[in-house]
């Protein structure tokens, strides 16, 4: 079973990344974007879900799956690799970081934040940059 899990880990905002701040992902139409969930996810439940989670129940949203068929539907989504925060549109355009805590527990930190500062100069703390946007 693969995961996207990570501990005692900062996810910085890509090198790319045009913005200097946290920014709430637009809504775009009438089907929110994966963006909009993950930002709506993690801004009001801080340190509750792991990556897993996250990427699991928007998953299930997103694909309309019953909660009668989370369990059998969550070890076929994990049987192959999923992208991890690494490749969010969060920390690739909108200024997010993503700190997981020793328990593997995630909640997005803005790139101004004096938070997201104090993660960066922490040296016990894995540091793992978003993917680029672009190809250099």
Known sequence: MHSTNYKNT???IAADSKVAQGKIPPVRGEK???????????????????????????HAIRNEIPKTQYESQRLSFF??????????????TYGWGV????????????????EYQQL???????????MRSKRS
């Open 99 to 114: 700190h997981a805590n020793d328990k593997g527990q995630i909640a997005l930190v803005a790139c101004e934040s004096s």
């Open 32 to 58: 929110k974007t994966i963006a909009n969930l993950e930002y709506e996810m993690l801004s009001a439940n801080p340190y509750k879900y792991t990556s897993d989670e996250v990427k699991f129940a928007i």
């Open 10 to 12: 900062l996810i910085e």
């Open 79 to 92: 049987s192959k690799g999923q992208p991890c925060f690494r490749a969010s549109p969060l920390t690739k």
């Open 120 to 130: 960066k100069a922490d040296k016990t703390l894995n540091k793992v940059m978003a």
